[in-house]
């Protein structure tokens, strides 16, 4: 047969093909199409489209159980979380998926994205980070992958990696709050505090109602001691961003520069609406109120509150959640309380997770002041000043933190 029969052969077999009913065609040719046409409603990046990705995608997986049908509604699924926080069996299947797709395919950055995606969500950074960095090796362009790595990065303690990436971000996104913000944390947690304060007031150049900025500047003058700063930035994240998030950022800020009373004012108002409320910088708004009556000398109401806040910890601990601040916020309760040997304990926990010094080479959180001087806790900040000095080496900052 000549070439210009076997195109013809080709082209009537693609025709009546085309004839054939959708129930006679092979399952994994269905499949595809229908892979596609959810990967464009997923893109879109709204909930109705991801909606409808979902039920294509479910659709596809009845047909053929295809590493594309997995991994995109893998991917789908946790996307469905981000948006609304609510179907957490959603997230379990998710991960779930993710975990097939890889397993029947371990170069799918698809599936790879969609389970670091999902482990964040799941509040496990140190599980998420790796994920992000496996992902971003099979393709370091793929769809928000670098963007959503930065927080899980620096979260699991990977400073280095976090700084690298989001300098790379950032050539790309100049003027992405996201990107300065995460790289603006990753610089303090290195102890580059200039350039910290730099990108966020670059940040606030772009976009002067982003509270986030004030908020971080806030801990950046914390770190130095500069409490009346420190509010004055929480301050300003009120006016331009006047929410719950902020005004507990605000009360946490008050009660070292000595006002806890004011700060109990704007905590009670809080946790009126919403007991479970976090403040900025991801501690709970209880947690916070328990510290401000503890420094009131209100002590049996103290108590009683941070019970009741290590209960919603442990909780979520139980849940399945490893993040430093979890472990960091137990810590914080116990040193108050000056219960030294759970406060330390604790405290190792979310160092093994991530935790490490912020903006300053020694420990600003005035939560730990009771530590001060304690050997294991010496330890304890020896150990997260060298993982630190170590992240400064491979990237190459110099030793200007003194």
């Not at 102890?191 to 730099?198: I, M, T, Y």
Request: aromatic share 8%; with cysteine; hydrophobic share 45%.
């Amino acid at each position: 047969m000549n070439s210009k029969c076997v195109i013809t052969a080709f082209v009537a077999s693609l025709s009546l093909l085309a004839c054939v009913p959708l129930g006679h065609r092979r399952p994994a040719a269905v499949n595809a199409s229908v892979v596609r046409e959810a990967r464009t409603h997923y893109l879109r990046f709204t909930s109705e489209g991801n909606d409808a990705a979902i039920a294509l995608y479910r659709e596809a997986l009845a047909q053929a159980p295809t590493v594309e049908a997995y991994a995109g509604l893998a991917e789908a699924l946790a996307q469905d979380f981000y948006n609304n926080r609510q179907n957490r069996q959603g997230l379990e299947e998710s991960l779930r998926l993710s975990a097939e797709a890889i397993r029947l395919d371990e170069k799918s950055v698809q599936a790879h994205f969609a389970r670091a995606f999902a482990l964040g969500l799941a509040g496990k950074p140190r599980e998420a980070a790796p994920e992000y960095l496996r992902t971003l090796a099979l393709d370091a362009d793929y769809p928000r992958a670098a963007t959503l790595a930065l927080g899980q990065l620096w979260r699991a303690g990977m400073f280095d990696e976090a700084f690298r990436w989001a300098a790379r971000q950032l050539e790309k996104e100049p003027t992405s709050l996201d990107v300065l913000f995460h790289y603006s944390v990753a610089s303090a947690f290195l102890l580059d505090v200039e350039r910290a304060e730099s990108l966020m007031r670059r940040a606030l150049e772009i976009n002067p109602t982003f509270g986030t900025a004030y908020g971080e500047l806030a801990f950046l003058a914390q770190a130095k001691g500069l409490h009346k700063e420190a509010v004055e930035h929480m301050q300003a994240a009120t006016r331009v961003d006047p929410n719950d998030q902020n005004f507990g950022g605000l009360a946490q800020m008050l009660i070292p520069a000595g006002n806890p009373g004011q700060s109990k004012e704007i905590l009670q108002r809080i946790v009126q609406k919403n007991r479970t409320a976090r403040a900025y910088g991801g501690r709970s708004v209880l947690t916070i109120y328990g510290w401000a009556l503890w420094e009131l000398s209100e002590r049996t109401e103290a108590n009683r509150i941070f019970d009741e806040i290590l209960v919603q910890l442990i909780s979520r601990e139980a849940a399945g959640e490893t993040s430093y601040q979890l472990y960091r916020e137990i810590a914080a309760i116990h040193a108050v309380r000056g219960n030294r040997r759970a406060a330390i304990e604790a405290a190792t926990k979310a160092t093994e997770n991530g935790w490490r010094l912020y903006g300053a080479r020694e420990i600003a959180d005035p939560m730990f002041r009771s530590l001060a001087g304690d050997s294991d806790f010496e330890r304890l900040l020896a150990r997260m000043r060298a993982d630190v000095d170590r992240m400064r080496r491979r990237i190459g900052l110099q030793r200007n933190w003194k």
